[in-house]
């Protein structure tokens, strides 16, 4: 079994209490999100569209998006009550000069003194723990509002709405310590204290949001590592990462009109899923995509771009690496571990020297450990693409139902691959 020990990133206020030594807070008295708080309370919510055959339209440059607004608004806010533990905007930022313009951030708020935690680097699914920190106990001021499907399939907001308990709502709540502008979790179902892992449900609801903000500047990020409570996380970033222009060569299309590419020409071999006659489409390809490298143990990082019509799924191994001992030291000493942002190109660097030298050579170094070898990565990808086209098939006659009787396979335009195999096989 291997073990790594990493310190702590502090994402709530109220996580501290669970570092320091002794491990143990006297009564609440935290307005925190939990029974002896819950009852009683009201947060406001943002309630997007229900139907999920939304479509893929271009919403960039609309006149006005109320949830950009409201998320920047609230966020603000918090920021001026004095809810972070450091000013990010303060941090130097530079892109790196190079053909691939990784970008540079000295963040030496993150580098913070607290006790390890231990996670297990060769175990995705972990179950939830409830003895560690986990966000039920989240400060109710930390949250930003609530997320969830309207009732009447137009978008509303509530400034004032109760929790619904019963129903484990989702809600949108602020990183304290950001990484940039407008740096937010959206929290799928935090009561059912769900683990780190996507589902179908909680992947839609992450494209949902990306798909109201409408803002090309906001990317969703997930980590299949390093959590034991479901979270995605959000922030604004007023350039491309170098992920996102990256070349890339089409592998295979489904009849839904999703499409899939492998990345070329970058230090991380990984896939961009895009397109689909709807959101749910392109969600469930890539929900059954993350699924199959749950199921077979392979860590990856999910990166949602362009308002939710582009998804990076990159597979990877750094942590196995670092484990194993055959990561350098000079790269660990940077004590960067790369996560979903520094993958997709925005370092996050601890140090100054670090900051002062970086150089494009040095970010290409560090991510080339993160990526599996081709050999892997090629056999990885048969499994997937295995996989995923086998459970397009079968979500058909799980969803496609009529008065109790199932509609045939062949009809839905989703079920099979534009390739024609009918035998859950994709060639490339």
């Known amino acids: 079994m291997l073990r790594i020990k990493r310190v702590a990133t502090v994402l709530s206020n109220y996580q501290k209490d669970e570092t320091e030594e002794g491990g143990s807070v006297r009564g609440c008295g935290r307005n925190c999100l939990r029974k002896c708080c819950l009852p009683g309370s009201k947060l406001p919510l943002y309630a997007y569209p229900k139907s999920e055959k939304v ?26 009550r004095g809810l972070f533990r450091y000013d990010v905007t303060a941090c130097e930022t530079k892109v790196i000069p190079g053909e691939h313009g990784f970008i540079a951030q000295l963040n030496e708020g993150r580098h913070l003194k607290k006790r390890p935690t231990e996670f297990q680097v060769d175990k995705v699914l972990q179950a939830f723990d409830e003895n560690k920190f986990n966000f039920t106990k989240v400060g109710q001021e930390e949250v930003l509002f609530q997320f969830g499907p309207s009732e009447d399939g137009e978008p509303r907001f509530h400034p004032n709405a109760p929790i619904d308990v019963d129903n484990s709502p989702s809600v949108v709540a602020i990183n304290v310590s950001p990484i ?18 996507i589902d179908h449900e909680s992947l839609l609801l992450a494209l949902h949001m990306a798909h109201e903000a409408a803002s090309p500047y ?39 009109g999703v499409e ?21 489409d392109l969600s469930n390809i890539v929900a059954d995509t993350c699924i199959c490298l749950q199921d077979h143990n392979i860590p990856y990082n999910v990166l949602i ?64 450990e993160v990526s599996l070898s081709e050999a892997r990565f090629q056999e990885v990808m ?31 335009p989703c079920a099979a691959m534009v390739s024609g195999n009918q035998e859950c096989l994709v060639q490339y």
């Open 218 to 256: 906001f990317r969703l990020g997930y980590n299949s590592l390093g959590a034991f409570h479901l979270h995605f996380q959000a922030y604004y970033l007023a350039v491309q990462f170098p992920i996102e222009k990256a070349p890339s060569k089409k592998i295979t299309d489904f009849n839904c």
């Open 55 to 80: 479509e893929l339209c271009n919403k960039i440059g609309t006149p006005f998006a109320f949830l950009d607004s409201l998320l920047l608004g609230e966020w603000e806010d918090r920021m001026e």
């Open 260 to 280: 899939v590419y492998e990345i070329l020409n970058y230090p991380v071999r990984g896939l961009v899923f895009e397109g689909g006659n709807s959101l749910k």
């Open 305 to 368: 771009s362009e308002s939710g019509k582009r998804v990076f799924v990159i597979p990877q191994c750094y942590a196995e690496k670092q484990a194993l001992g055959e990561v350098s030291p000079e790269l660990l000493d940077t004590q960067v571990n790369p996560a979903v942002w520094e993958i997709s190109g925005h370092m996050v660097l601890k140090r100054k020297e670090d900051y002062e030298g970086a150089s494009e050579e040095k970010a290409w170094r560090l991510l080339a």
């Open 180 to 197: 940039e502008y407008g740096h937010v979790l959206l929290i799928p179902r935090i009561l059912e204290n769900l683990p780190q892992r």
């Open 382 to 412: 048969a499994v997937i693409f295995e996989t995923v086209s086998c459970a397009a098939v079968e979500n058909v006659m799980v969803e496609d139902k009529h008065d109790g009787d199932e509609v045939a396979v062949k009809n839905d």
